[in-house]
């Protein structure tokens, strides 16, 4: 997909190092967390490899990766279908309020349509992230009924 100059394009190993470093600055960004980039790499790596967990959309604009998503499937007994995670959605700094993510968004909206077995979209974002929730409530998703939990564990 191009749009002004803007190119939405499927991750491929050449970007690995780039979504990695994009995961990496999300991270200390929203959580003030540092992931190691090597753990970060072999993360991109590993979903690259393995298509059938899901993928990555990079956005390109001048010829420069602007930013990039992940998508994961969640199947869901209640409705027969797959919901579409969008994870690890970063803009670099210097493209935001561009309306990049809004395109990304209306591509991956396009993918799922085309697709019988997606039955919706489906994103959680840091409670205090304020100005992403706006975006998210401005493209029409709405605020689920839900509250997550989760446990790591050791490996």
């Not at 993360?43 to 602007?66: C, D, H, R, T, W």
Request: hydrophobic share 40%.
């Amino acid at each position: 997909m191009s749009d002004n100059g803007l190119v939405i394009r499927p991750a491929e190993e050449r970007d690995a190092e780039t979504v990695a470093r994009f995961n990496a600055a999300m991270a200390l960004e929203t959580e003030n967390r540092e992931l190691g980039l090597e753990t970060a790499l072999a993360g991109v790596k590993n979903l690259l490899k393995n298509p059938q967990n899901g993928f990555y959309l990079i956005a390109e604009l001048e010829g420069e990766s602007a930013g990039s998503l992940m998508i994961t499937g969640e199947w869901s007994d209640w409705r027969n279908g797959i919901f579409w995670w969008i994870q690890s959605v970063y803009i670099r700094p210097e493209y935001r309020r561009r309306g990049i993510y809004r395109r990304l968004y209306a591509h991956v909206k396009e993918l799922a349509r085309a697709r019988a077995d997606v039955c919706g979209l489906r994103l959680y974002v840091e409670q205090e992230n304020l100005a992403a929730q706006r975006t998210y409530l401005a493209l029409g998703m709405r605020e689920a009924h839900y509250r997550m939990f989760e446990q790591d564990l050791e490996r």
